[in-house]
Each structure stands twice: as C-alpha cells, then as structure tokens.
C-alpha cells in the first residue's frame, strides 16, 4: 500500500477534486489550532501486537489525516505535495517509535510461559501512570523521533511541527525543542523504565545485557524507518462510507 502521492504527478491545491476534499473537511479550522491540542496520535493511533493480535498496527483516521493536511496548507508556505508529504511523514514516524519500543521490549524479554511481558507491565505500571504528564518520556522521544528520522526539512516543515507540539499536552509538547543530549538522556531513562521493574524482580542476572544493544541504539539503527513488519490501516471516521471513499481516492490516489 503506498500512501503517498506518485512521484511526478501534477498535485494541485485548487483543482475541482481536492475543492471537495476541503468541502466536505470545511470544519477543519475547529482543529489544530492555538486552543486544541490535538497530536499525532489522534491522527494515526499505534496498536499494539501485545494487545490486539493480529490486528495491531498503525491505524490513520482518513477525516482527522484530512484536516491536518489542510491545517499544513493554511499555515504553512507548503505546497500540496509537501503538505501531504509532512503529514505522513510525521505521522508514520511518530507511529513507528510507540511500534519500535515495543519490539525492544519483545527483544529483551525473557518472561516465562504464564508471565506477565515486559512490555505489558511496562504499559500498565508506567505509561497509564504518567500519561498526560511531562513524565511521559514515550510520547515526548514519539515527538523528537519525528524530527530525528527527517533531518532534511527545512525551516517550512520545523516550523509548522514545532508550532504543532507547542500546543500540546504535557509530555508531547516536550518534545519541541528536546536538545541532543537531552534526548539521549530521556531514552537511557525510557530504557531503565522498560526493562527495570522485570530485571529487579529476576535479580538482574537474567536479562542478559551483554550484546544487547541499548534503546538509542536500536532506535537509531532504524533510522530510516522502512515500516517492514508494521501495518498501516486507513479508518473510516467519516459519517459517511461515500465521504470516506471520496477523500481516499483524491488523498491516497495509489491505494
């Protein structure tokens, strides 16, 4: 499934298809604007495989996706094609961090038959806990990850992230202006969160550390992320099924 919009296509903000996109989205100033704050979580949520079997994945919400291209468009200098660029890019990549945090966990999980996993304690005793709070490191590294895996935007697309996550809760809007070794900092202490409260109750001696490569480590031999192994659903939250089949083909043409 390719989700972005074919390489050499003629994408225009004002022909008659996209006009009916904006349209039908015309309430789309009531979001992603200086009193909401919304994130990209809201656009495109990550299952986990922990939770929902084979139906983990990265789920875009087809009107929510729309709205924030159009909020790119109106307050930005981007064109159409680098709207809709940045809004997947930044979605997809948000989406893949909270899915690689996972797989580290999976990876340094030596849990017995019976068991609770490291990464479901981890969900429950620490993220449930702190969300919402500037103790929330998950979402904030989410946030930095979405710049860290495009260091080719220019001051356009920094701009308009920055001044999204400046608007938004605690614990995302963090991740605005995290430096570099703060954010090497921030993943050492996600990493002690994730594998900690396990390795206590195992004595420390039976996760292995030795070879184990450490969270900035795996994150960052990531870089970039090619989405291998993580589905991406697209979600009708249209009132309508026409609605939701009319904004699909005009924004995701290649699907």
Same mark, same amino acid.
């Given at each position: 499934?390719?989700?972005?919009f074919?390489?050499?296509?003629?994408?225009?903000?004002?022909?008659?298809?996209?006009?009916?996109?904006?349209?039908?989205?015309?309430?789309?100033?009531?979001?992603?604007?200086?009193?909401?704050? &919304?994130?990209?979580?809201?656009?495109?949520?990550?299952?986990?495989?922990?939770?929902?079997?084979?139906?983990?994945?990265?789920?875009? *919400?087809v009107?929510?996706?729309?709205? *924030?291209?159009?909020?790119?468009l109106?307050?930005?200098?981007?064109?159409?094609?680098?709207?809709?660029?940045?809004?997947?890019d930044?979605?997809?990549?948000?989406?893949?961090?909270?899915?690689?945090?996972?797989?580290?966990?999976?990876?340094?999980?030596?849990?017995?038959?019976?068991?609770?996993?490291?990464?479901?304690?981890?969900?429950?005793?620490?993220?449930c806990?702190?969300?919402?709070?500037? &103790?929330?490191?998950? &979402?904030?590294?989410?946030?930095?990850?979405?710049?860290?895996?495009?260091?080719?935007?220019?001051?356009?697309?920094?701009?308009?992230?920055?001044?999204?996550?400046?608007?938004?809760?605690?614990? *995302?809007?963090?991740?605005?202006?995290?430096?570099? &070794?703060?954010?090497?900092?921030?993943?050492?202490?996600?990493?002690?969160q994730?594998?900690?409260?396990?390795?206590?109750?195992?004595?420390?001696?039976n996760?292995?550390?030795?070879?184990?490569?450490?969270?900035?480590?795996?994150?960052?031999?990531?870089?970039?992320?090619?989405?291998?192994?993580?589905?991406?659903?697209?979600?009708?939250?249209?009132?309508?099924?026409?609605?939701?089949?009319n904004?699909?083909?005009?924004?995701?043409?290649?699907?």
């Amino acid at each position: 499934m390719e989700l972005y919009f074919a390489k050499g296509q003629v994408v225009s903000a004002n022909s008659i298809a996209f006009n009916q996109v904006k349209l039908k989205l015309r309430e789309f100033e009531y979001y992603f604007n200086e009193r909401r704050c &919304e994130n990209l979580d809201l656009v495109g949520t990550y299952r986990p495989y922990h939770f929902n079997d084979d139906k983990f994945g990265l789920y875009i *919400y087809v009107q929510m996706f729309g709205m *924030y291209l159009l909020s790119i468009l109106k307050n930005s200098s981007l064109s159409l094609r680098e709207s809709h660029t940045l809004a997947l890019d930044s979605i997809l990549t948000h989406g893949s961090f909270h899915y690689l945090i996972e797989r580290f966990c999976t990876l340094r999980d030596n849990s017995q038959i019976g068991e609770e996993k490291l990464y479901s304690i981890y969900k429950k005793r620490i993220y449930c806990q702190v969300w919402g709070t500037q &103790e929330c490191f998950e &979402e904030t590294l989410a946030n930095a990850f979405v710049f860290e895996s495009n260091p080719s935007w220019d001051r356009r697309h920094l701009d308009y992230i920055r001044s999204l996550y400046s608007r938004q809760r605690e614990g *995302y809007f963090q991740g605005c202006q995290l430096k570099s &070794e703060d954010y090497q900092e921030l993943l050492q202490i996600l990493e002690n969160q994730l594998i900690g409260e396990k390795e206590d109750r195992n004595l420390k001696g039976n996760i292995k550390q030795d070879n184990q490569p450490s969270l900035y480590d795996f994150i960052h031999t990531n870089i970039p992320f090619r989405y291998l192994g993580l589905p991406v659903y697209l979600v009708n939250d249209c009132e309508k099924l026409e609605d939701f089949m009319n904004i699909v083909q005009i924004l995701f043409p290649q699907i």
